[in-house]
């Protein structure tokens, strides 16, 4: 109780007018000097980094959507009893029940609406869904979505010492995922919209030490500060990012075309209004080289001579960000 109250307590200093939200479980040692280790549950590899957002994996050649929070109590046969918290008032988008349709197990998401921004939270691994959750229900911060568990369909499976909560802050790609991915994955789980893949996301432990330093901190504003890693021209009809996402248009006027700006790890941040491009769309245009530097995985582009170009991955990344159906 005493690391809820923490919590709760610094939601209460917040001005009326400001983003109203708390950690996803009682695990706050995100916040305490040296608390990284604490707060993050490894995988096998055994480093506090693989818990962590980004390039954290398999020294680091592989990609970690979220970050994974350790469990702070367990029961007489070791399983973790942590709750699984709503970070703040949404609506729940989509529960998975069956843990092995997904290698997220059981899994629950939920839609906000931050400072005109609309973003999905995603809650995973849980020993078991709160009774009576249901998708279309509104929740309040706070309110109890599961339970830290384990659940998993990969073959390795998690052990109970290794139970955590797999968390993030995520942007759902494409409305029409469900028809794109019906031409690749006809066999794909009946998860529609709600498909891992259709997801891009920033780093939740990032966005919570600048939340806990700033109580007035404007999401729209913080999303727009992300550094663009490159931006892709596109034709206005057909980029769907844009109608999900008006707060990020820039420039006066329609104009048949946009350019977008680009996280390293494929999250629009920034669309500028384009009346002319000089190139076939779509097409990569500006490339921010030290900045892709730094990423050891997820290379949505890739320099090939002395012209960038989109990489096989890329190239399914655009190929969803501009579907439309017929």
């Known amino acids: 109780m005493r690391r809820r109250g923490w919590i709760w307590f610094l939601a209460a200093a917040a001005p009326a007018w400001a983003l109203d939200l708390c950690l996803p479980t009682p695990n706050d040692a995100l916040f305490r000097p ?6 993050y549950q490894p995988t096998v590899e055994g480093t506090t980094e693989s818990g962590m957002f980004g390039c954290t994996r398999r020294d680091g050649r592989r990609f970690h959507e979220g970050v994974d929070i350790r469990c702070l109590e367990r029961d007489r046969r ?3 009893v942590d709750p699984v918290w709503a970070v703040g008032e949404g609506v729940v988008a989509f529960i ?13 998401m939920l839609e906000h609406h931050w400072d005109g921004v609309r973003v999905h939270t995603l809650y995973a691994h849980l020993r078991e869904v709160a009774d009576g959750l249901t998708v279309g229900q509104t929740v309040m911060k706070g309110h109890r979505l599961g339970t830290v568990g384990r659940s998993t369909n990969t073959r390795e499976g998690i052990s109970s010492d290794r139970a955590h909560l797999h968390f993030e802050l995520c942007f759902l790609l494409n409305p029409d995922f469900q028809r794109w ?16 893949q259709n997801f891009s996301g920033l780093d939740p432990a990032a966005f919570f030490h600048a939340y806990a330093a700033d109580r007035t901190l404007n999401f729209a504003a913080y999303l727009a500060r992300q550094p663009v890693a490159f931006t892709v021209l596109v034709r206005a009809d057909r980029l769907p990012w844009a109608q999900l996402h008006p707060e990020q ?10 350019e977008v ?13 384009r ?6 769309v779509p097409a990569l245009h500006l490339v921010n080289e030290p900045l892709l530097a730094t990423v050891t995985c997820r290379q949505l582009v890739s320099r090939v001579g002395d012209a960038w170009q989109f990489t096989p991955t890329g190239r399914d990344w655009l190929d969803l960000l501009t579907y439309r159906p017929d």
Do not use: Q
């Open 181 to 196: 991915n019906a031409r690749r994955e006809p066999k794909a789980p009946p998860f529609g919209n709600f498909n891992g």
């Open 275 to 280: 009346a002319t491009v000089d190139r076939p």
């Open 249 to 258: 248009i820039t420039g006066n006027g329609p104009a048949p075309y946009y």
């Open 261 to 273: 700006g680009v996280t390293t790890t494929g999250l629009p941040v920034k669309l500028w209004r």
């Open 96 to 108: 998975n029940h069956r843990p092995g349709l997904s290698n997220y197990g059981r899994y629950v």
């Open 34 to 39: 040296g608390g990284a280790a604490a707060f």
């Open 78 to 80: 070791g399983e973790c």
